[in-house]
């Protein structure tokens, strides 16, 4: 049982240059987050899905497109990298109902170059 | 979810209790009070989470007055590797609410 596993767990980019990253949870979970964390700074929300085929913006949206086409994987996209996206993503999961216990991953250092 | 407030850093010594008191005057009835511990370069982990009175588990205990407006995690006798960044969030979340939104934070650190 593996949990919230993200892909990749490092990378660069240059800047204008476009990425996909993967979270993945075997939990069956409903819901799931991503978050990006800045030096310092706590965790903001940028976009989530409430299940399989829906998502909705979160605090920090813009610049990010996500996409939920299978219950067990939430992707978020860089079209065209800046570096103001420079930072640690973080994604998480939750059981719909009846919990308040959310599930993260280990996250995703981006340097945007 | 429920606006919350929670001091931004505190410090404290090997051995002794650390208190940490978050405030959500606005708490719906449905709302749970959870905390989390993060430690640098990592994910969140879910410390507890509590409706009212009194819940306590391996890790901390979480105290709730009757009034529910505001919540206290003690931690006992900490040890250096307690310094971690605490977050309190207020919601249903998985209920009414969707969103979990992360506050600042309270930066604890434990002092040799």
């Known amino acids: 049982n593996a949990g919230v596993t993200q892909t990749p767990k490092f990378r660069v980019l240059k800047t204008g240059q476009s990425m996909t990253l993967l979270c993945a949870q075997d939990?069956?979970?409903?819901?799931m987050y991503w978050y990006r964390q800045d030096p310092g700074m706590g965790l903001r929300l940028i976009h989530y899905s409430v299940g399989e085929g829906t998502t909705a913006k979160g605090e920090v949206p813009d610049g990010y497109n996500v996409s939920r086409l299978k219950k067990q994987n939430f992707l978020l996209g860089l079209e065209s990298a800046a570096p103001s996206q420079t930072s640690v993503y973080f994604c998480?999961?939750?059981?719909?109902?009846?919990?308040?216990?959310?599930?993260f991953g280990q996250g995703t250092r981006l340097t945007v170059v | 979810l429920a606006k919350t407030t929670q001091p931004i850093s505190m410090d404290s010594y090997e051995g002794q209790e650390v208190n940490i008191t978050c405030s959500h005057n606005n708490i719906a009835t449905n709302d749970y009070i959870t905390w989390y511990q993060q430690f640098p370069s990592q994910g969140p982990r879910f410390i507890i989470q509590?409706?009212?009175t009194k819940v306590t588990n391996e890790v901390a205990s979480l105290f709730i007055p009757a009034d529910r407006k505001s919540s206290t995690l003690s931690l006992p006798r900490v040890s250096l590797s307690d310094t971690a960044v605490y977050y309190c969030?207020?919601?249903?979340?998985?209920?009414?609410?969707?969103?979990?939104?992360f506050g600042k934070g309270t930066r604890l650190h434990i002092l040799p």
């Open positions: 998480a999961s939750i059981m719909r109902e009846g919990t308040t216990e959310a599930f």
């Open positions: 509590g409706y009212k």
């Open positions: 939990m069956n979970h409903e819901y």
């Open positions: 969030l207020v919601g249903d979340f998985g209920g009414r609410d969707d969103k979990i939104i």
